[in-house]
């Protein structure tokens, strides 16, 4: 259980071109999913915390327009990177927390994606 | 104000050896901490979690973290490494709030290398 599906895996693109990625949960429903940044060899950054029916909240320095974050069920949110330059190559991953489970902690969890790594030409 | 340190950015043991890796964490509040395992190219899977009940953890694949307050540590550990343990090793910490103010903070990562 608690599968959460990322797409595309890899994706490379044109500098300028807009490039969506998805994260489903495969088995639960998710009122919160999380977007993190990865740069080689360091930590995630948690980019923007979005819950499900509204908008979401960014982490200070990412850009809400260069980002748009949709979460429209609570299964699925998707990060569209608009106007992508070679700057934004990276690896980016998802996670979810899902609603309705009970117990100590149960809601700090979050499972996450496979990641997607973007790389702009 | 919420952070990790995980002390070594690289750790090598041979296979069988006891495995450290060492998180301490800064909290205003009790924290929730976590421990979370990366294989190339791959998203995070969670080893362990500590949400203020027992402060020995046991986790999956063989690893255990202890939580120890006076020493703002969180230390993971198992027994005996195995090859596949190699991996990137992540500590976070979170507020024991949940919903949406569940955000992880995560530490800069330690990579496990195994030797034969």
């Known amino acids: 259980g608690a599968v959460v599906s990322q797409h595309p895996s890899r994706v490379i693109c044109k500098s300028g071109t807009s490039v969506k990625i998805e994260c489903r949960s495969l088995?639960?429903?998710?009122?919160?999913m999380f977007w993190y940044r990865q740069f080689p060899k360091q930590s995630l950054m948690l980019m923007a915390t979005?819950?499900?029916?509204?908008?979401?909240?960014?982490e200070q320095g990412v850009e809400k327009d260069k980002f748009l974050i949709n979460h429209a069920s609570l299964t699925l949110s998707t990060l569209t990177v608009t106007s992508a330059h070679p700057e934004d190559s990276s690896f980016y991953i998802c996670?979810?927390?899902?609603?309705?489970?009970?117990?100590?902690?149960?809601?700090?969890?979050?499972?996450f994606g496979a990641g997607t790594r973007l790389s702009v030409l | 104000a919420q952070s990790v340190t995980q002390l070594g950015s690289h750790v090598s043991v041979s296979e069988g050896a006891l495995v450290l890796l060492r998180c301490n964490y800064s909290?205003?509040?009790?924290?929730?901490l976590f421990w979370y395992v990366q294989y190339p190219n791959q998203g995070l899977q969670l080893l362990l979690k500590?949400?203020?009940?027992?402060?020995l953890v046991k986790g999956i694949n063989g690893f255990e973290a202890e939580f120890k307050k006076s020493e703002t540590s969180f230390h993971l550990t198992k027994p005996s490494a195995h090859m596949s343990d190699a991996a990137e090793y992540f500590c976070?910490?979170?507020?024991?709030?949940?919903?949406?103010?569940?955000?992880?903070?995560f530490g800069t990562g330690t990579l496990l290398a195994v030797q034969p």
């Open positions: 996670s979810a927390s899902p609603v309705g489970t009970s117990g100590r902690g149960a809601k700090n969890i979050q499972y």
């Open positions: 088995d639960f429903q998710a009122t919160t």
């Open positions: 979005s819950n499900e029916g509204s908008k979401a909240t960014y």
């Open positions: 909290s205003s509040v009790p924290p929730y």
């Open positions: 500590y949400t203020s009940a027992a402060t």
């Open positions: 976070a910490v979170s507020a024991p709030y949940g919903g949406a103010t569940n955000k992880l903070i």
